[in-house]
């Protein structure tokens, strides 16, 4: 084991951070260990941890010393197989990074994206008068479940068939990037047929023309990048761009519910949809944790990192530091300046899909907020245990027209 005869002039703990307790309400753990110190070393997994906001985002943002490229979950891509071809974006470094995410960046461009507005639109108001006329609703699979995967699936230009495995592939990436625990194992047991799917949906024969796939596509016809990185880019879409969009709408319609003078503010101005997204991200975010592996030894707030290790960061943890936040960063606050928070991530691979969950996010709040009145949880919102996610797997509300 590499802890042998090593010196770590850290605080170590013997938590697990992927344990089901943790991964249901993980906040506890998170004071606890932003209260340790800016670095700790989990004993269990053999690996460096930062809770805090300062240490979490200098290291995304020191890509040269905090690497992806050995992959971004527990597993070291130099000591073991991946579970898949690593991705070209999330699993790189410069410069190999850079060509792709440039391409991606075409793709997904604020032009492409305001394209977008009108269909997204459209399909939002027409399920929020659904669901309000209803009079009650789950947040999760009736809402966030729905939304995204209608209009992002067409925005990408999917085949129809097959595409109920999408949140399996989604739960089994973000589950591949913890531990081999009955999570990731439950997960690997039903892969074949869903990676199967998902590999034949980002073929080119497979996409409609006039979709975010085919545009990846062309982008090789144009020599920005292979034939053979293009169906690996539309993977990316298929892995990034869909649970986390559903876990994303969820939690924030969870917390507004929870929450009744933040979602009456933004009843009364649903402007504020855009800001009420940011402020449901830092204070629930949505991807929680996220490993870098160092490239040379490396001192952080005075603890000694040798080259070569895996390095937790959790960025839940860093939107709800006091330090950065205040007092009361536990609280959801929709009027609060949450620019700043890294559930995006930061730096050079920051969420590229950015612009269109912020689409989505804003258009399906801005429908509900014009049309209900009273938004009220009905029961205690189920967790959905994931070793990357947070969020719900039932989030019932009491819903009245306004
Ligand atoms: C990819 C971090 C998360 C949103 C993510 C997951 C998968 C990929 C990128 C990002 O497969 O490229």
Request: charged share 25%; net charge negative; with cysteine.
């Amino acid at each position: 084991m590499p802890t042998l005869n090593r010196k770590i002039d850290a605080p170590v703990l013997d938590a697990d951070p992927f344990d089901e307790t943790h991964l249901a309400d993980p906040y506890p753990l998170h004071e606890l260990l932003r209260e340790a110190g800016p670095v700790v070393f989990l004993e269990r997994y053999q690996v460096w941890a930062m809770a805090r906001h300062d240490e979490v985002h200098a290291s995304l943002t020191d890509h040269g010393t905090f690497c992806s490229s050995r992959g971004a979950g527990l597993s070291d891509f130099h000591k073991e197989k991946p579970w898949r071809p690593p991705s070209l974006l999330l699993e790189a470094d410069p410069p190999d990074h850079t060509v792709v995410r440039t391409a991606m960046g075409k793709v997904i461009s604020p032009r492409t994206v305001r394209g977008f507005r009108d269909t997204f639109r459209a399909v939002a108001e027409d399920l929020a008068d659904e669901l309000v006329a209803r009079g009650g609703f789950d947040a999760v699979t009736d809402l966030a479940e729905r939304y995204p995967l209608k209009v992002f699936p067409d925005a990408v230009g999917l085949p129809s068939e097959g595409r109920e495995n999408l949140l399996p592939y989604g739960a089994l990436a973000f589950n591949a990037f913890g531990p081999r625990n009955t999570l990731l194992e439950d997960a690997l047991a039903k892969a074949a047929p869903v990676q199967e799917w998902i590999w034949a949906s980002c073929q080119r024969d497979a996409l409609a023309p006039d979709g975010l796939g085919a545009r990846i596509w062309e982008a090789a016809d144009n020599g920005e990048i292979t034939h053979e990185q293009a169906p690996m880019l539309v993977r990316s879409l298929l892995s990034a761009g869909v649970d986390t969009t559903v876990y994303g709408i969820a939690n924030t319609v969870q917390a507004l519910a929870a929450n009744p003078d933040q979602w009456a503010r933004l009843r009364e101005k649903p402007s504020l949809a855009r800001f009420a997204f940011d402020e449901a991200l830092r204070y629930e975010s949505p991807v929680q944790t996220f490993f870098r592996t160092t490239t040379r030894d490396v001192e952080v707030s005075g603890v000694r990192i040798p080259e070569g290790e895996k390095v937790l960061l959790f960025l839940g943890a860093a939107n709800r530091d006091p330090r950065k936040w205040g007092p009361d960063a536990d609280r959801m606050d929709i009027t609060r300046r949450a620019a700043g928070h890294v559930a995006f991530g930061m730096g050079i691979h920051q969420c590229v899909g950015q612009p269109i969950a912020r689409l989505e996010a804003e258009l399906v709040l801005t429908a509900l907020a014009e049309r209900a009145g009273h938004l009220e949880p009905t029961a205690d919102p189920v967790p959905k245990l994931n070793n990357t996610l947070k969020g719900w797997s039932s989030a019932p509300v009491s819903v009245r027209a306004t």
